[in-house]
Nanobody, 115 residues
């Protein structure tokens, strides 16, 4: 059973920074394609960033240049460093991975950015 646990959310003023952490268990993390999603209030969950097993990264245009996704295979963890946060970055952030054709999600961590 794959489990994903997010942490690091909180409240921050616009222009601030946060680091989110997702810790995985139950999968072969070194080969895992890991993604971050965000669900803003009243909106659908949206893709934010991803990282492959080869450390190739991709970002939603809305966060390019401000967010950085990294991974630490020794710790079975993926990180999302968020800089220059904006009020529109507010939402619940979810970690995601696809393992044997099944999508797994964490419980989410709330990020609130005040103006």
């Amino acid at each position: 059973q794959v489990q994903l646990v997010e942490s690091g959310g909180g409240w921050v003023q616009a222009g601030g920074r946060l680091r989110l952490t997702c810790t995985a268990s139950g999968n072969n993390f070194r080969d895992a394609y890991m993604r971050w999603y965000r669900q803003a209030p009243g909106k659908r969950r949206a893709y934010i960033a991803s990282i492959t097993k080869d450390y190739s990264t991709s970002y939603n245009d809305s966060v390019k240049g401000r967010f950085t996704i990294t991974r630490d295979n020794a710790a079975n963890a993926v990180y999302l460093d968020m800089d220059n946060l904006k009020p529109e970055d507010t939402g619940v952030y979810y970690c995601n991975t696809l393992y044997y054709s099944t999508d797994y999600w964490g419980q989410g961590t709330q990020v609130t950015v005040s103006s």
